[in-house]
Structures are given as structure tokens and as C-alpha cells.
């Protein structure tokens, strides 16, 4: 059974700090994806990343797809409270229509 | 662009009895996943449409089916409802099968099921 886990599942910073979200697994992904949930929405996609040890920036979010294709991460640089929100990690494994979904982490960003 | 559109939004069913959840998908989008959260969770994948045929089905038990017509659509059906099956169900287009990086899934808002 494929399984990802994320770290930390909730976490409260104040405005203009640096945090960082692990997304693991011990099975290979053929492509990862993070979404962001806001309550009473849908996930949106932020970004998907498929190459081993691939790096990806959007604005003040960087993630990182390891090398091994087994673990991503999402840091955040100097939080806004407009970050507030379920972060989740996503991954693929074929053509079978199914995303594997951590079980999310909560941030809080407070002003 | 409308986005992906579910109805209703929210729900309220006794257990024992039956639920239709309603998907329509992006335009030219032609498959349509279905997806439950819990609350505190993950969602999890029920079934993948695409062209009409069933092309993935999650850990579900047969209570729950699922259709797509013509134009793409889709219906969830649930019966026998329990009051584990309380969640946020949720839908997703994408142009085609799969969910790599070149068919990024597209989410609704959701249908909130509550049973009592």
C-alpha cells in the first residue's frame, strides 16, 4: 500500500517567517503534486513536479522533488497571512487515474 | 471558464438511505475522478472516469458506484449510507486518464454529505 506522510500536520508562525512542509513515502512516485485546500473549497494546484531532484519556485514557494522520487518538500519564504490554508502533497504513480494524498498541513500565518 | 461544478453543495441524509452527488466536468475535459475527505484527512480516490468507462476504482465497498455520460458528466451514487460515509466528496476534471503532470487534476468545491 502506497502511503505519504507529511510533517508537521499543523503549524502556527507569525508573518514574515520561514517554514518548511516534508511530504514522504518509502514508494516511488512517478510525479508529486501539492495543492492547496481553503476551508469550504476545493484543492488547487499549485505545482507538479516530476524529475528526480527537481526544483520548482512560484513567487515566495519553492519545492524540491528528491532524488529518489520518494519525498518532496514546500518551503515557504516570509509567510502572509493569505498563506493560511491545508497544504497537501499528492503523488502519482501510473495511468491509473489514482492520487495518493497525505493527510495535509495545516498552517496558520498570523499577522 | 466555468470551472469544475457540483451539485448539490450540501447535503443532510439519514442512514439506510441512498445519495446521488452530480459532477459536471471543465469544458473539453473528458475524465472525471471522484474523491472523499474526512475531516482532519486526505481525500481519497473512489473511482476514475474517462470516456464513459470506468479506468481506476479506489478502496471502496460496492455501496458506491459511479457513472459518466455522454457529455462528460458524472453521478455518484451511494446506498445504504452509513455514518462513516459523512465527508466532503469532491470531483476533479482532467483533459485526459491519469494523473501525471500532463493531465494536473482540476477540483470542484465539493459536495458536503452529512449523515445522521
Known amino acids: 500500500t502506497q502511503l505519504l506522510e507529511q510533517s508537521p500536520q499543523f503549524l502556527s508562525i507569525q508573518e514574515g517567517e520561514n517554514l518548511t512542509v516534508y511530504c514522504n513515502s518509502s514508494?516511488?512516485?512517478?510525479?508529486l503534486q501539492w495543492y492547496r485546500q481553503e476551508p469550504g473549497e476545493g484543492p488547487v494546484l499549485l505545482v507538479t513536479v516530476v524529475t528526480g531532484g527537481e526544483v520548482k519556485k512560484l513567487k515566495r514557494l519553492t519545492f524540491q522533488f528528491g532524488d529518489a522520487r520518494k519525498d518532496s518538500s514546500l518551503h515557504i519564504t516570509a509567510a502572509q497571512p493569505g498563506d493560511t490554508g491545508l497544504y497537501l502533497c499528492a503523488g502519482s504513480s501510473g495511468n491509473t487515474g489514482k492520487l495518493i494524498f497525505g493527510q495535509g498541513t495545516t498552517l496558520q500565518v498570523k499577522p | 471558464d466555468a470551472g469544475v461544478t457540483q451539485s448539490p453543495t450540501h447535503l443532510i441524509k439519514t442512514r439506510g438511505q441512498h445519495v446521488t452527488l452530480r459532477c459536471s466536468p471543465i469544458s473539453g475535459h473528458k475524465s472525471v475522478s471522484w474523491y472523499q475527505q474526512v475531516l482532519g484527512q486526505g481525500p481519497q480516490f473512489i473511482f476514475q472516469?474517462?470516456?464513459?468507462?470506468?479506468?481506476g476504482r479506489g478502496n471502496f465497498p460496492d455501496r458506491f458506484s459511479a457513472r459518466q455520460f455522454p457529455n462528460y458528466s458524472s453521478e455518484l451514487n451511494v446506498n445504504a449510507l452509513l455514518l462513516g460515509d459523512s465527508a466532503l466528496y469532491l470531483c476533479a476534471s482532467s483533459p485526459r486518464p491519469g494523473t501525471g503532470g500532463n493531465s494536473p487534476l482540476h477540483f470542484g468545491n465539493g459536495t458536503r454529505l452529512t449523515v445522521t
Open positions: 472516469y474517462y470516456e464513459k468507462e470506468e479506468r
Open positions: 514508494s516511488v512516485f512517478s510525479s
